[in-house]
């Protein structure tokens, strides 16, 4: 039996890894790429934000906003959270991701613990 190693693996909000009826032409289900969303903007998320940081912007993701919409639509509640994202984002075709705030911070900032680069860095794998 052969052997996969999985170097990165995405769950949705609500547990799943991939969206309903997979086969052959939708391995990861119909719209199943749209779990995945978050993973194509973290690159650029990241980016930015060490940018800002040199230029002593403050950010931080607001991601509960997305989560809450998906809850609603998934589980069937009132949409509240889906009104309020349809307002600012209007057009049908465009759809909110990665929302956060951004702005000059008021005070100091508590330092992020940081691990030794040899922890998070592996070569030759």
Do not use: C
Not at 5 to 34: M, T
């Amino acid at each position: 039996m052969s052997k996969l190693r999985v170097h990165g693996f995405s769950i949705s909000i609500d547990g799943y890894g991939a969206g309903p009826s997979q086969d052959l032409q939708n391995p990861l289900g119909v719209r199943g790429p749209e779990l995945f969303d978050w993973f194509f903007h973290t690159r650029t998320w990241q980016r930015m934000h060490l940018w800002a940081t040199t230029q002593g912007i403050a950010m931080q993701p607001l991601n509960q906003v997305v989560e809450r919409a998906e809850r609603e639509q998934t589980a069937g509640f009132e949409p509240e959270f889906t009104r309020a994202i349809a307002a600012l984002v209007p057009d049908p075709a465009w759809h909110m991701v990665m929302p956060f705030r951004i702005g000059y911070p008021t005070q100091e900032a508590f330092l992020s613990p940081r691990r030794p680069a040899e922890e998070v860095v592996f070569e030759g794998h």
